[in-house]
């Protein structure tokens, strides 16, 4: 007879013990036991057979997406074979669509047959690996499964792009784009660097100046790919937090300069509110979408952030983000799942609620 419950502090020991059995490096320690128990954004559930802990599984939750990650799950030695840890990797799947995630994810070493056996039997597909993940420098395979609804279209594998500074996601989502559309272009910081001068603002409220639709679509089109910009206004774009009236002017005469750049070769502009099904349109068309959004809803910074869509589906808007935090790998950033919902919301910026769309098709 067999029980779910949540982990509580008082359980340390316990877990610790499973722990030490069950993995001969890269453990969680107390303190990762006890940051998931208190603080993290996921659950740590126990299944206890007659009252005695048999085993864990730690479910993260991937915030502002539909993405969870199985992180860790161990059973006690004395208590494998009996089916509890596919009834903790079930409870995994519910959990997750209680919190409104459609994919979970999790990584395994490739040496780990069992494991690799429980997660393909309930349905889990290899997608990338991980090199030298593991203490021991093994690889990981990284496994998904979609847990609600229908499945994806065949995903489209659009190569992935790390911005290498606070300031060139706009260039790092176009040379993803780049690369898709002409794979012959090499992606390396020079071109990086390169694209950035192009299509720069100059300032930006902070820092270093971003790039807007307008460098952005001038560099695209520079590289002979047919670029179009839907932007849902005519004014001067990321100036409203710009206090310094110097730094708006530079920023106000840049844009004009790209606009007029743009039309001398006949880069169209549509001003018009789009949303989605413009998004789809283009998708569907065999093109590559760049779309700004506001980060805050991945990372809780109100900063404007270019993504590239890689595909939709009737539930979903995948996307590449070439912002790597610190203890992400680029898989996690690879194909990002967002529900259609949700992606309105996260696809505008600021009080202004500018919504830029940048369509590339080779
Ligand atoms: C992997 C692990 C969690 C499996 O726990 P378990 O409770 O013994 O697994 P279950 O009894 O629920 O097995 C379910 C399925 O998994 C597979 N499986 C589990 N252990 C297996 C093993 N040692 N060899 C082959 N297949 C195995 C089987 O396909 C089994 O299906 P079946 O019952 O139809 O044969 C457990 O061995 C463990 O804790 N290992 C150490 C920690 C670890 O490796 N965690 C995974 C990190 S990615």
């Not at 413009?278 to 990372?299: D, H, M, N, P, Q």
């Amino acid at each position: 007879m067999h029980i779910f419950r949540d982990a509580t502090l008082e359980d340390l020991n316990e877990l610790l013990k499973i722990e030490e059995e069950s993995f001969d490096g890269d453990r969680l320690s107390a303190t990762n036991f006890k940051y998931a128990i208190t603080k993290s954004h996921g659950a740590l559930k126990l299944i206890l057979v007659n009252k005695v802990i048999a085993g864990y599984v730690l479910i993260l939750f991937h915030r502002g997406t539909s993405l969870g990650r199985i992180y860790s799950i161990a059973i006690s030695r004395n208590f494998q074979g009996q089916g509890l840890a596919k009834r903790l990797m079930l409870l995994a799947e519910k959990v997750g669509q209680e919190h409104s995630c459609s994919y979970l994810r999790l990584e395994v070493k490739r040496t780990n047959k069992g494991a690799i056996s429980l997660y393909e039997k309930l349905g889990y597909k290899e997608f990338k690996i991980k090199q030298d993940y593991y203490e021991d420098h093994q690889d990981a395979l990284c496994y998904e499964k979609r847990i609600r609804k229908a499945p994806a279209k065949a995903k489209r594998n659009i190569a992935y792009y790390q911005q290498t500074t606070d300031f060139t996601c706009g260039p790092s989502a176009l040379m993803m784009a780049l690369k898709f559309l002409r794979p012959k272009v090499k992606l390396n910081q020079e071109l990086e660097l390169d694209l950035w001068r192009e299509a720069t603002t100059i300032y930006m409220a902070s820092g270093h100046g971003g790039c807007g639709p307008h460098g952005i679509a001038l560099a695209a089109a520079r590289r002979g790919l047919k670029t179009e910009i839907y932007i849902n206004r005519k004014s001067s774009l990321f100036t409203d937090s710009v206090r310094d009236k110097k730094k708006k002017e530079v920023i106000e005469l840049v844009q004009r300069n790209f606009e007029k750049k743009l039309k001398e070769i006949s880069v169209k502009t549509h001003f018009k509110n789009y949303g989605i099904a413009k998004i789809r349109e283009i998708i569907e068309g065999g093109g590559l979408a760049l779309v700004l959004i506001s980060a805050y809803r991945l990372t809780e910074t109100k900063v404007p952030h270019w993504i590239v869509i890689t595909n939709i589906d009737d539930d979903f808007v995948y996307f590449n983000d070439s912002d790597l935090k610190d203890n992400q790998d680029k898989v996690d950033n690879i194909n990002i799942p967002v529900g259609i919902n949700e992606f309105e919301k996260m696809a505008k910026y600021g009080s202004g609620q500018l919504k830029c769309v940048i369509s590339l098709f080779s």
